[in-house]
């Protein structure tokens, strides 16, 4: 306990918040119930699961680690991921923008290593089939626009209905999004009013399997990501791993690490974030052309399977927790 307990004290000074004495309990609570053969803690984020980890492994006497992802790293003060980088024995994130950033705050750059997530080809196996070549020209056969990702700021829907609200009434297209969040009845209200809600499937939350068929079944994906006024952001959303290893072209915005996936015209598509109009361009490109759609799903599908291997990553985890 004592050893635990000055660190926190410091932690305390600078965030007086119930949340950072609500970790200092949970770290109690960890400490007490951890088997006696435990010889290592690893926390899955930056933040909150970090300082867990940490007031436990000062606690225990064990060393720890951490992977960092996207909200943890941007949300969280640079004093206190200084100071657990230099207490952590190592940091793993996955986007060439975070290790950038964290190495900097490192006692050393090589503290820090990049692991892209990556995608298990197990779960999502290549689709085995054309898609039709839609090109917005026929209302009863519209072209079957798609994104996946939880109703929040940083996520740009606002942005999306807006571009969407600025394609040419002879471009036919569908919308089908899936998630939750705490934005959807607003955004379902926004899209009632600009006279989109008959073009738009709004699904709610889905389990895999039903999220996949829409992979399969959709012509493009687009997912308008931008910096929330809080400093949120995505990293490298998985969904986009997801939608190209299904052969669809994305669009999407030069946030974070997107660029680290998608290079832009031949690997699918980017606009800067908040750009409205570049994003109803590319919209009516990809609805339009039904040849570049073709031509950015199969590159990038190429580049997914070539350069953000699941197995790599994984292998390079096991690495750095030694035998």
Same mark, same amino acid.
């Given at each position: 306990? +004592?050893?635990?307990?000055?660190?926190?004290?410091?932690?305390? !000074?600078?965030?007086?918040?119930?949340? *950072? =004495? *609500?970790?200092?309990?949970?770290?109690?609570?960890?400490?007490?119930?951890?088997?006696?053969?435990?010889?290592?803690?690893?926390?899955?984020?930056?933040?909150?699961?970090?300082? =867990?980890?940490?007031?436990?492994?000062?606690?225990?006497?064990? %060393?720890?680690?951490? &992977?960092?992802?996207?909200?943890?790293?941007?949300?969280?003060?640079?004093?206190?991921?200084?100071?657990?980088?230099?207490?952590?024995?190592?940091?793993?994130?996955?986007?060439?923008?975070?290790?950038?950033?964290?190495?900097?705050?490192?006692? @050393?750059?090589?503290?820090?290593?990049? =692991?892209?997530?990556?995608?298990? $080809?197990? *779960?999502?196996?290549?689709?085995?089939?054309?898609?039709? %070549?839609?090109?917005?020209?026929?209302?009863?056969?519209?072209?079957?626009?798609?994104?996946?990702?939880?109703?929040?700021?940083?996520?740009?829907?606002?942005?999306?209905?807006?571009?969407?609200?600025?394609?040419?009434?002879?471009?036919?297209?569908?919308?089908?999004?899936?998630?939750?969040?705490?934005? /959807?009845?607003?955004?379902?209200?926004?899209?009632?009013?600009?006279?989109? #809600? !008959?073009?738009?499937?709004?699904? $709610? &939350?889905?389990?895999?399997?039903?999220?996949?068929?829409?992979?399969?079944?959709?012509?493009?994906?687009?997912?308008?990501?931008?910096?929330?006024?809080? $400093?949120?952001?995505?990293?490298?959303?998985?969904?986009?791993?997801? +939608?190209?290893?299904?052969?669809?072209?994305?669009?999407?915005?030069?946030? &974070?690490?997107?660029?680290?996936?998608?290079?832009? !015209?031949?690997?699918? /598509?980017?606009?800067?974030?908040?750009?409205? +109009?570049?994003?109803?361009?590319?919209?009516?490109?990809?609805?339009?052309? @039904?040849?570049?759609?073709?031509?950015?799903?199969?590159?990038?599908?190429?580049?997914?399977?070539? #350069?953000? &291997?699941?197995?790599?990553?994984?292998?390079?985890?096991?690495?750095?927790?030694?035998?």
């Amino acid at each position: 306990y +004592a050893p635990a307990l000055s660190p926190w004290l410091r932690d305390l !000074g600078r965030d007086p918040t119930p949340n *950072r =004495v *609500r970790r200092f309990g949970q770290a109690l609570v960890l400490a007490r119930e951890l088997p006696g053969d435990v010889r290592w803690i690893h926390a899955h984020f930056l933040h909150t699961p970090a300082s =867990v980890a940490r007031y436990a492994a000062l606690m225990l006497g064990l %060393p720890w680690s951490c &992977s960092a992802h996207a909200k943890d790293v941007w949300t969280t003060p640079a004093w206190e991921k200084a100071e657990k980088l230099a207490d952590c024995r190592w940091l793993v994130t996955c986007t060439q923008t975070n290790h950038d950033h964290l190495a900097q705050l490192a006692p @050393a750059r090589r503290h820090v290593d990049l =692991v892209y997530h990556g995608l298990d $080809g197990g *779960r999502f196996p290549p689709p085995g089939h054309c898609r039709p %070549p839609r090109n917005g020209n026929d209302a009863t056969d519209p072209v079957i626009l798609l994104s996946v990702g939880r109703t929040v700021v940083k996520k740009g829907y606002d942005d999306l209905l807006d571009a969407l609200g600025r394609l040419p009434a002879t471009l036919h297209w569908r919308l089908v999004h899936i998630g939750g969040g705490p934005l /959807l009845r607003k955004l379902k209200r926004r899209a009632q009013r600009d006279g989109l #809600s !008959g073009r738009i499937s709004w699904m $709610g &939350s889905q389990p895999q399997d039903a999220v996949l068929a829409q992979y399969r079944a959709a012509d493009a994906f687009v997912l308008a990501c931008r910096i929330a006024d809080d $400093g949120d952001r995505d990293g490298l959303p998985n969904v986009l791993m997801e +939608a190209q290893s299904q052969g669809l072209a994305c669009l999407s915005t030069a946030v &974070s690490a997107i660029p680290e996936l998608i290079v832009t !015209g031949e690997t699918g /598509l980017l606009v800067a974030p908040g750009d409205r +109009a570049a994003l109803a361009e590319s919209l009516a490109r990809l609805i339009a052309d @039904a040849g570049l759609r073709k031509r950015l799903g199969a590159a990038g599908m190429e580049r997914l399977c070539t #350069s953000f &291997s699941f197995e790599d990553g994984i292998n390079r985890l096991a690495k750095r927790f030694g035998p």
